[in-house]
T-cell receptor
Framework: DTEVTQTPKHLVMGMTNKKSLKCEQH?????MYWYKQKAKKPPELMFV???????INESVPSRFSPECPNSSLLNLHLHALQPEDSALYLC??????????????????FGPGTRLTVL | AQTVTQSQPEMSVQEAETVTLSCTYD???????LFWYKQPPSRQMILVIR??????QNATENRFSVNFQKAAKSFSLKISDSQLGDTAMYFC???????????FGTGTSLTVIP
């Protein structure tokens, strides 16, 4: 299984709603990522979890709250979002930093994304 | 800090022709990884090809190959025999050996014309 799954595919929410995005992988990867992507732009890193611990938080507003319940799951909790938060939210996973040997690339596997619209 | 530059925002190529996408980067690291990712209009990012800086041989994957020039800090992608399914955004990415973080270029939108 070389797949990263994300649910839901589409989400429309009001500025007062609370919702969650979910991401799952069963590749035994120990690093998981959340990205935000606007149209025709590269993904912007939001959070990195390494071995279930938050290792990178790219100064993301607190209305985005990540959670890593176990090594296979990654959630992104959303609350009081703004219209400018509308974007494609991508999840990715990789084997993680601790398994580095020659020829080990640690490439990231991306999910299909959740298209979020904030009204 | 690492920076990745893709100087061609948009490109087009006739079906069955060859096209080269450019990528340059700036780093003080001696070993690192470079990747090309493809994001078709359906939006799922998939890995096209990868290269470790210590490996002098250019990576190839079927119709995709790279020209890796370490001294010039250049990592261009060549697509041979272009197909309609190659139409996509292409992102160049850099990663340090000791980190998990990708540094993406701004992307090149490639259109294959029938």
């Amino acid at each position: 299984d070389t797949e990263v799954t994300q649910t839901p595919k589409h989400l429309v929410m009001g500025m007062t709603n609370k919702k969650s995005l979910k991401c799952e992988q069963h590749m035994g990867h120990r690093a998981m990522y959340w990205y935000k992507q606007k149209a025709k732009k590269p993904p912007e890193l939001m959070f990195v979890y390494s071995y279930e611990k938050l290792s990178i938080n790219e100064s993301v507003p607190s209305r985005f709250s990540p959670e890593c319940p176990n090594s296979s799951l990654l959630n992104l909790h959303l609350h009081a979002l703004q219209p400018e938060d509308s974007a494609l939210y991508l999840c990715a996973s990789s084997q993680g930093i601790l398994r580095r040997t020659s020829g080990f690339y640690n490439e990231q596997f991306f999910g299909p994304g959740t298209r979020l619209t904030v009204l | 800090a690492q920076t990745v530059t893709q100087s061609q925002p948009e490109m087009s190529v006739q079906e069955a022709e060859t096209v080269t996408l450019s990528c340059t980067y700036d780093t003080s690291e001696s070993n690192y990884y470079l990747f090309w990712y493809k994001q078709p209009p359906s939006r799922q990012m998939i890995l096209v090809i990868r290269q470790e800086a210590y490996k002098q041989q250019n990576a190839t994957e079927n119709r995709f190959s790279v020209n890796f020039q370490k001294a010039a800090k250049s990592f261009s992608l060549k697509i041979s025999d272009s197909q309609l399914g190659d139409t996509a955004m292409y992102f160049c990415a850099f990663m340090k050996v000791t980190g998990n973080q990708f540094y993406f270029g701004t992307g090149t939108s490639l259109t294959v014309i029938p």
